[in-house]
């Protein structure tokens, strides 16, 4: 069964940074993009930024670009998100998704998500 597990949050001052990861199993996982969205209490689920298969294509959400890098090691099934320079409003839980062909910044079009680990940036 396929199995996305999301690991690296935690709480860290404003202008901080961490490094999310994201360990897919289960099942191969060639040919898919890989995403982050994030969901605030009271707020929808919002698009962080994607990656292609091969990495050589990604895309961000305006209020990360600059600040997250998004990568992936296919050989360890792993894609990993840096973030720098954390803002309050980056506080949110963080989900990894996986989705087949092009990389996509609708949270519909993925097909596999983990269960989420919790960022809390405080001012």
């Known amino acids: 069964q396929a199995q996305l597990v999301e690991s690296g949050g935690g709480l860290v001052q404003a202008g901080g940074s961490l490094r999310l990861s994201c360990a897919a199993s289960?099942?191969?996982?060639?040919?898919?993009?890989m995403g982050w969205f994030r969901q605030a209490p009271g707020k929808e689920r919002e698009f962080v930024a994607a990656?292609?298969?091969?990495?050589?294509?990604?895309d961000y959400a305006d209020s990360v670009k600059g600040r997250f890098t998004l990568s992936r090691d296919n050989a360890k099934n792993a894609v990993y998100l840096q973030m720098n320079s954390l803002k309050p409003e980056d506080t949110a839980v963080y989900y990894c998704a996986a989705k087949y062909g092009l990389l996509g910044s609708r949270f519909r079009e993925y097909d596999y998500w983990g269960q989420g680990t919790q960022v809390t940036v405080s001012s």
């Open positions: 289960g099942r191969t996982f060639s040919g898919y993009a």
């Open positions: 990656i292609s298969w091969s990495g050589g294509s990604t």
